[in-house]
């Protein structure tokens, strides 16, 4: 429920103990009249004990009105809706116009794998050596098409997107 609707409820409630305050007030004074007589009737504990504990009960109300007004007049707190969003990368086409023939069979043969292989598996299935494997990676990280990572004692060698 919201701030605002506790509120009016309080200054219902509020409004409804304001007249039970005061119709007890009238029966009590009523009491009072009747029992204390004449001259008596200034002096009589009863009369100011009633008139306490009407202020009592009006302030005791009023705080509830204060706090009833607090409630309408403040605003509620902003929900925070967070919303994820999944965003798919998007590859990037590759020129392989300007690759060499070894070149394009390196980087045809990563598309195929998902675009990750360890670099002793490109070797063994190009079936070229170790060290034109490497050099041809090289100049394929150095056009920034594929990048090389250390893992254990093999590299991964993985398809830049």
Do not use: W
């Amino acid at each position: 429920m919201e701030n605002k609707y506790v509120g009016y409820i309080m200054l219902g409630i509020s409004a409804v103990l304001i007249a039970i305050v005061l119709l007890f007030q009238k029966a009590l004074r009523q009491v009072v009249s009747l029992s204390c007589t004449g001259e008596h009737a200034l002096s009589c504990p009863m009369s100011q004990t009633v008139n306490q504990q009407t202020y009592l009960a009006l302030a005791i109300v009023g705080l509830l009105v204060l706090i009833a007004i607090v409630l309408i007049f403040t605003k509620p707190k902003e929900k925070i809706v967070v919303k994820t969003k999944t965003i798919k990368a998007k590859r990037k086409k590759i020129d392989k116009s300007k690759l060499d023939r070894d070149e394009k069979r390196v980087v045809n043969f990563l598309e195929k794998e998902n675009g990750a292989i360890f670099q002793k598996t490109l070797m063994e299935k190009l079936e070229i050596g170790k060290v034109k494997t490497t050099r041809l990676l090289d100049k394929l990280e150095a056009k920034q098409i594929v990048e090389r990572k250390r893992r254990g004692m093999n590299n991964i060698v993985v398809l830049r997107r």
